[in-house]
């Protein structure tokens, strides 16, 4: 297994990706994380998170095996130039977190998952309850035609997504993948 990470520079350390589980039941064939050797990922530094403008929690599965809120706050406070936190997820484990009195306090944005039909009703259920009001910067990434159906979502960019083969599969050039200490 390759482990494809960018190098750090001073344009993507302002954008980290970090992994704050590395848990996940979902077990998709072509999840990202199958590219990582979990051992080389580097671990964030107290250098790079002093440079760091947005913060991407990510996994695993946050919202399943992390209090994502309370991890949001102390980001932000003990480095104020973080000025995003956006949490990466799938629709079913949002609404679990939510269920189980989650909240998005120090969140600025999500980026769901749609990889499954409980992901879309789960999703549908927490738009009809205006789950996501504040929060500002969304994304909703839809696999599979399992497009929700009969709600508005407000405040999503939504992407229609296929799942791509692992050797295709490139991270995002302007930012930098860690793990949590």
């Known amino acids: 297994m390759t482990t494809i990470l960018n190098e750090k520079t001073d344009r993507t350390v302002k954008n980290i990706h970090l992994m704050v589980t590395p848990l996940c039941d979902r077990k998709c064939p072509n999840c990202c ?5 979990l051992n ?5 530094t107290e250098d790079e ?3 760091c403008e947005r913060l991407f929690l990510t996994g695993g599965e946050p919202f399943r095996y992390t209090a994502v809120d309370d991890l949001a706050e102390y980001y932000k406070k003990r480095y104020p130039n973080i000025k995003q936190v956006i949490v ?5 484990d949002c609404e679990r977190y939510i269920t189980k009195g ?3 306090h120090y969140i600025d944005g999500l980026s769901l998952s ?3 039909k409980k992901d879309k009703e789960c999703m549908e259920s927490m738009a009809r309850e205006n789950s996501f009001e504040g929060l500002k910067h969304n994304r909703l990434y839809v696999f599979d035609d399992l497009m929700p159906t009969g709600v508005e979502i407000p405040n999503f960019a939504i992407y229609n997504r296929a799942w791509q083969s692992l050797d ?6 302007d930012s930098i993948f860690r793990k949590m200490c």
């Open 168 to 173: 295709e599969y490139k991270p995002a050039d």
């Open 114 to 116: 749609i990889k499954s």
């Open 102 to 104: 989650g909240s998005f």
């Open 33 to 37: 994380n199958n590219l990582y050797t």
């Open 40 to 44: 080389e990922i580097p671990y964030a």
């Open 88 to 92: 990466y997820g799938n629709a079913y």
């Open 49 to 51: 998170l002093k440079q």
